[in-house]
């Protein structure tokens, strides 16, 4: 049995798909091959190789016609990849044990990893001198989803720690994205967030980050690519030529400078200044965020696993070589 967590998430995803279970395909056998609907978890800078590659135009040279939606929330995008209305999905791959274990006949497959550390940071309400996890014992703190990424890699680092999260006072009730608005209006002493929320409550005065999980979590299979094992089989091609545009994009990435990379992800986040994307583009850089040759290894997935089962979302494991594959690496 899993935790209540996991059966919230699997629920979503079963109500979505009977929605959608009238309807053949639901949108995908309307599609073109080289028409791609790829589903985001969320929109980030976090993310900032896969948006070169759309800017650069990387994805057309493939013969791929990419429309980019944001999900948020790693179970929408899921339910977007399992009713037809996305043919690549890129979230935490937990979502995809989640749906195996739960005996989807159609599971989503991983193909390409595009994140190793998480991309989260703790922000504080003022700079904190020598800061020590051990800290965060009986503070008030905004988490994340529970069963999320996010919220299980934190826990895994309070463990790390040598806390116990459930007799912390974490907050898991605010919605992704509103975390940060919720801290500036005066909840809690930290808060976890992504960027650009991070580097904005820096800016506007509102909190300082005092501690990277990326760094302090070591290298965790994030985020990558999945789509469904039918969807892989009818478009080999592409898939081979995602992956392709996504290789130059982290290249990129890791070959220019970090106001080289803001210039040409700016359209991506119209409102946020050059140097803010920048600052951001840097930060990530200095953590070593992205995974260059994006394969998925199997000792990555087995970390994942470990973290999974330490949070109590799983109790039984998912075999690598059904949910992962890299036969589409150039």
């Not at 392709?244 to 991506?268: F, L, W």
């Not at 990555?300 to 690496?329: C, H, N, W």
Request: charged share 20%.
């Amino acid at each position: 049995m899993q935790m209540k967590a996991m059966r919230k998430f699997m629920i979503f995803l079963l109500a979505a798909m009977m929605v959608c279970g009238c309807l053949t395909g639901c949108g995908r056998n309307r599609r073109k091959s080289g028409n791609v609907i790829l589903n985001e978890v969320a929109h980030s800078i976090f993310y900032a190789p896969m948006y070169v590659a759309i800017e650069e135009g990387y994805f057309a040279e493939e013969g791929i016609t990419l429309t980019l939606v944001t999900g948020y929330g790693a179970d929408k995008t899921m339910t977007a990849l399992l009713t037809g209305e996305a043919d690549i999905g890129f979230m935490g791959s937990e979502s995809t044990i989640y749906t195996y274990l739960n005996g989807a006949e159609d599971y989503a497959v991983n193909f390409a990893q595009l994140t190793q550390r998480a991309g989260n940071f703790l922000v504080a309400r003022e700079a904190v001198d020598d800061f020590d996890w051990s800290m965060l014992q009986d503070a008030d703190i905004l988490g994340g989803r529970a069963g999320g990424m996010p919220e299980m890699v934190f826990e895994y680092i309070l463990k790390q720690n040598g806390m116990t999260p459930s007799e912390m006072k974490i907050d898991q009730s605010i919605d992704f994205g509103s975390t940060a608005a919720a801290f500036a209006g005066g909840q809690g002493m930290y808060t976890v967030e992504f960027e650009p929320h991070a580097t904005l409550l820096e800016d506007q005065g509102q909190g300082v980050v005092v501690a990277s999980l990326g760094e302090a979590s070591g290298y965790v299979p994030y985020t990558a690519f999945s789509a469904l094992r039918s969807y892989m089989e009818k478009n080999p091609d592409v898939i081979r030529g995602f992956v392709n545009a996504m290789k130059r994009g982290v290249e990129y990435v890791n070959t220019h400078t970090s106001e080289e990379v803001a210039e040409v992800i700016a359209p991506q986040f119209e409102g946020t200044e050059i140097d803010t994307i920048a600052r951001i583009v840097e930060r990530y850089r200095a953590q070593d965020t992205w995974k260059a040759d994006l394969v998925f290894e199997q000792d990555s997935f087995d970390l994942l696993q470990d973290i999974l089962e330490d949070a109590g979302q799983i109790t039984e494991r998912a075999p690598y070589e059904k949910l992962v594959t890299t036969e589409y690496m150039p």
